[in-house]
């Protein structure tokens, strides 16, 4: 089981960075590449029709701006895409990237993380793949009890 973490540029690897952390912490194959939708067409279309030959499980696709390239790999992968929108320099407040990704038409389906939630991705991501894989779905319930008791330590130190 093998997760592609992709993104339209370098400049959006400061937050994918997230992502790829959070699934080597799941102990989570990852592959990573820069898939441009408007500068490397080609490439785009070879990865999205041949990802889950190659192993991929599920698709993290970050992007900033106009944002295509979640829902482009999405209309033409049998995988599940996880969409991050990414505020970059050009962006409209992040807004362009949120919408582009979240508005795709019925029937081609994009999960939508928070904006620069790349974060999230992987553990959704790590989820997934969890739902059939016994040994990341362990990791995934320690991670999440480790949630619940980091919350139940700073409550009881308020109480102090």
């Not at 482009?72 to 929108?85: E, F, K, R």
């Not at 362009?96 to 081609?108: A, T």
Request: cysteine-free; hydrophobic content about 50%.
């Amino acid at each position: 089981m093998k997760v592609a973490v992709i993104m339209g540029s370098i400049s959006d690897m400061p937050i994918m960075q997230e992502a790829i952390d959070i699934l080597k912490a799941f102990e989570i194959e990852i592959e990573v590449d820069i898939v441009s939708a408007h500068r490397t067409p080609e490439k785009l279309f070879d990865f999205s029709m041949n990802a889950h030959t190659r192993g991929i499980s599920v698709v993290i696709a970050g992007a900033g701006g106009a944002a295509h390239l979640p829902g482009m790999v999405a209309s033409m992968s049998p995988l599940p895409v996880i969409g991050v929108p990414i505020k970059s320099s050009n962006s409209i407040d992040g807004w362009d990237s949120v919408l582009s990704i979240l508005q795709m038409p019925g029937g081609v389906p994009v999960a939508t993380v928070a904006l620069n939630g790349a974060k999230n991705a992987g553990i959704l991501a790590a989820q997934i793949i969890g739902s059939h894989n016994k040994s990341v779905l362990e990791k995934v319930i320690k991670y999440k009890t480790g949630l619940k008791e980091a919350v139940n330590i700073a409550s009881q130190s308020l109480q102090k």
